[in-house]
Structures are given as structure tokens and as C-alpha cells.
């Protein structure tokens, strides 16, 4: 007998031209997707598996129980 399956919905993004920023405007642009992220998750709370992290300083993601939270929180 097998391990029942779970489905789970990851939202993940890049800042496309994020690279292209001054060094004045880069900590605004992480300042942003936090209080984005922060955002999302009060509104998704329920649905959240793990939490919006940032990766290499533009990317993120985040993993949902299902896909209509997803959506919620994008």
C-alpha cells in the first residue's frame, strides 16, 4: 500500500531586470516584495504551506495547499 499523494501549488517569480537597478534602489525593491509577501499571506493564511522566501536577491516562491489560495494570494 502506497503513501497517499497531496497536490500543492508553488507560486514562484523573478524581478525580471532587477539587475538593471541602482544600488540606491535595490534594498526598496526587497522592502517591496516583503511587505508584498506579507501581504498575501495574511489574505492566503489558511492555505499557506510554507511561507514567501526570497532567493538571489529577486527570485521568490512560496508552496499553497491547493490552487485557489494560490491564486488568492497572487
Do not use: W
Not at 525593491?29 to 498575501?40: C, G, K, N, Q, R
Not at 493564511?45 to 512560496?62: A, K
Amino acid at each position: 500500500m502506497g503513501v497517499p499523494l497531496k497536490i500543492y501549488c508553488a507560486l514562484t517569480g523573478d524581478v525580471v531586470g532587477s539587475t538593471k537597478l541602482s544600488d540606491a534602489d535595490r534594498p526598496k525593491l526587497a522592502d517591496f516584495l516583503l511587505e508584498s509577501f506579507h501581504v498575501a499571506s495574511v489574505h492566503s493564511r489558511d492555505g499557506l504551506v510554507l511561507p514567501f522566501e526570497i532567493s538571489r536577491g529577486d527570485q521568490f516562491q512560496s508552496l499553497y495547499q491547493d490552487l485557489p489560495t494560490a491564486l488568492r494570494a497572487a
